[in-house]
């Protein structure tokens, strides 16, 4: 079996961003879930304490729907991506967004 080669401080940097990048979207992710509670539990006391406001909630189920759905919808596709790249990896050797080049490529320019 041959050894893995030994990582660059620019891969390990861009594994960082990336991480730092998914914690980040993870927060933002909490706290949308979070306003949308709080835009609930706000819209049920506001059709409790006042009379008339059907129309609020006739406006804020529909959104609050959508929400869910994009978020459902969104993690289904991370999910997918992220098993779908487990895969290719362990297939094939890593090319961190690179195509390796195999040399044939120059081999018309160099004749000319």
């Known amino acids: ?5 030994a990582l660059t401080p620019a891969i390990h940097a861009a594994r960082r961003e990336r991480r730092r990048r998914e914690q980040h979207f993870r927060r933002r992710r909490r706290d949308l879930l979070e306003d ?7 819209t049920i006391v506001a059709l409790i304490l006042t009379a008339g406001l059907g129309v609020l909630a006739l406006i804020e189920i529909p959104v609050g729907a959508a929400v869910i759905a994009s978020f ?3 993690r289904r596709r991370f999910n997918q991506r992220r098993l779908g790249a487990g895969r290719e990896r362990s297939q094939d050797p890593p090319t961190y ?5 195999t040399g044939d490529e120059f081999a018309g320019a160099r004749r000319s």
């Open 1 to 5: 079996m041959p050894a893995e080669p």
């Open 36 to 42: 949308f509670g709080v835009a609930i539990i706000v």
């Open 72 to 74: 459902l919808i969104e």
């Open 97 to 101: 967004g690179r195509v390796p080049r």
